[in-house]
């Protein structure tokens, strides 16, 4: 048996989230990625410092392929090497495979894209012939019985998938198009929303799902095949925005005074915003951020410094530093017990 | 854009980092012909009209150029008259930064490249050309090949193969 209790660890440096979940007998669960101001995996880093080899990855998920979320996927899933790799089925399509498996047309080595770090992914996985799954709508993604263990995806359904696959086919590049860094697919409706429970502890990780024409998060909330979830840890979808966010998600999903947290965005529009703040914590007391929202600039010699600011407008890191929201149960009091590291606070 | 600003400090060797400018390599160490000869005194050196360090240094001032910082760009967003970039450090493993533009300061000619998905290259340093050293912010947005039908049926034929070998085929 393993010593550590279950867990469920959320990071989040500004730019990118990463989560891991002790699912019990030190098998772990990675979705998504990040990394640190170092640009080492947050994942690895941690399990590596707590003493937890990397052969315990059961599942490494990829909830879309947005840069924020899938930086150092590669390395995560070349490092479990027994882990079974699951990912949106909205990006089965031929197009998306046609980027990926040209490397996102080789635009740049160093201002990479999520499509890049799925090159490597999908390299890695016919290289070893490791198991890759697609997630769906209320499908079972990982089972455990021994553990009583269930984890499901909860999207994308058959109609935003239908929708998904268009905006990319839109994307895909044309003969004679000038090559450029791919832009995001929004609004995004295709990411993987996944429920996870543990014995009676269920935890709800809402991924970058938004809303848009009652797609997304109603489609989740309306579907008749869906289990019964109340979940005790929330994830807030797409860095706390609003259109991430619909009541039903608070009444229907999540215990009153679930335990929630967001992880900020830091590049162009700021997420959360104060707003956003407000209205999340009128959902709940207790919420959490992985990481404050503050202004940072990397410190340079007088003459350059002089020289950045006689260019541009504004310039400032895009990561702040990296924080992590950390629950562990309490089998005794039957309670999940949080800790903050870093950055972290609660709002 | 290339902005220029002239400057009197001095600069020290040891604050010279490696030339990354399109410029030719300044020759600090050019000397007459002849040089390596063991003995100086059998020699006919050539007789300049002015002092070696005069000359050596114009050779140097002439030609140096060198970079203080360097980031790839990718532009993330076009506002009306500012464009949004994530920075990526070239010269340092430092975080990626984001910084906002003025789209005036490009080039005409470079304005049409700015677009939501754009690379470039922004480089800041000194160029010493006469004597005068000037301070140097230059934006070049990168110039790649377009997309051609071979590469996009190439690449289908990837995925294709891609796909069967991990049995994902529809």
């Known amino acids: 048996m393993s010593h550590f209790p279950l867990e469920v660890s959320i990071f989040g440096p500004g730019y990118g989230e990463c989560i891991l979940i002790h699912i019990g007998a030190n098998k772990w669960v990675v979705i998504d990625s990040c990394l640190n101001s170092k640009k080492e995996s947050v994942a690895l880093h941690y399990l590596n410092e707590i003493g937890v080899p990397f052969v315990n990855i059961v599942q490494v998920i990829a909830t879309h392929w947005h840069d924020d979320h899938i930086r150092g996927l590669a390395q995560i899933v070349q490092e479990a090497k027994h882990c079974i790799f699951t990912f949106s089925s909205a990006l089965s399509c031929d197009e998306f495979f046609t980027l990926a498996a040209n490397n996102g047309l080789n635009i740049s080595t160093t201002t990479t894209s999520g499509i890049q770090e799925f090159h490597k992914i999908l390299d890695i996985i016919n290289l070893r012939g490791s198991k890759l799954q697609f997630a769906d709508e209320n499908k079972q993604i990982f089972l455990d019985t021994e553990l009583s263990v269930s984890i499901k995806s909860l999207s994308p359904s058959d109609e935003t998938r239908v929708h998904a696959l268009k905006k990319i086919a839109d994307l895909f590049p044309q003969v004679n198009m000038e090559r450029k860094r791919l832009p995001s697919i929004t609004p995004n409706i295709a990411s993987v929303v996944t429920h996870i429970k543990i014995n009676d502890q269920e935890i709800l990780l809402g991924a970058d799902l938004e809303e848009s024409n009652l797609q997304g998060w109603s489609t989740i909330i309306s579907s008749q095949t869906r289990d019964s979830i109340k979940a005790n840890i929330f994830k807030i979808p797409h860095h706390g925005s609003r259109n991430a966010d619909i009541p039903q998600i608070w009444s229907t999903l999540l215990i009153k005074h679930v335990a929630a947290v967001v992880t900020p965005y830091s590049k162009g529009k700021k997420l959360p915003s104060n707003a956003d703040i407000k209205r999340l914590k009128e959902n709940t007391e207790n919420l959490f951020q992985t990481s404050a929202p503050e202004a940072k600039r990397i410190t340079r010699t007088g003459v350059s410094q002089k020289l950045i600011n006689s260019t541009v407008k504004s310039i400032q890191t895009v990561q702040y530093c990296c924080g992590q929201v950390r629950f562990r149960f309490d089998p005794v009091a039957k309670i999940w017990n949080e800790e903050l590291f870093g950055n972290a606070s609660k709002l | ?170």
């Not at chain 2, 490249?113 to 301070?135: C, D, H, K, T």
Request: with cysteine; hydrophobic share 35%.
């Open chain 2, 1 to 170: 854009m290339k902005r220029e600003t002239t400057s009197t400090t001095t600069i020290e060797d040891s604050m010279i980092p490696q030339n990354v400018f399109d410029f030719q390599k300044s020759n600090e160490t050019a000397e007459p012909k002849n040089s390596n000869n063991s003995s100086n005194q059998e020699l006919h050196l050539p007789t300049y009209s002015f002092p070696l360090d005069s000359l050596f240094s114009q050779v140097r001032l002439e030609t140096s150029a060198f970079s203080l910082e360097k980031w790839e760009g990718c532009i993330t967003e076009v506002q009306d008259d500012t464009f949004t970039a994530t920075l990526v450090d070239l010269k340092a493993n430092n975080s990626d930064e984001e910084a906002v533009f003025f789209i005036n300061e490009i080039s005409l000619e470079e304005r049409k490249m700015i677009v939501e998905g754009a690379l470039f290259y922004w480089n800041i340093g000194y160029e010493i050309r006469n004597g005068q050293r000037r301070s140097v912010s230059e934006i070049r947005f990168r110039r790649l090949p377009k997309i051609s039908k071979r590469e996009i049926d190439l690449g289908k034929k990837r995925a294709h193969l891609l796909k069967s070998m991990l049995n994902i085929l529809e």
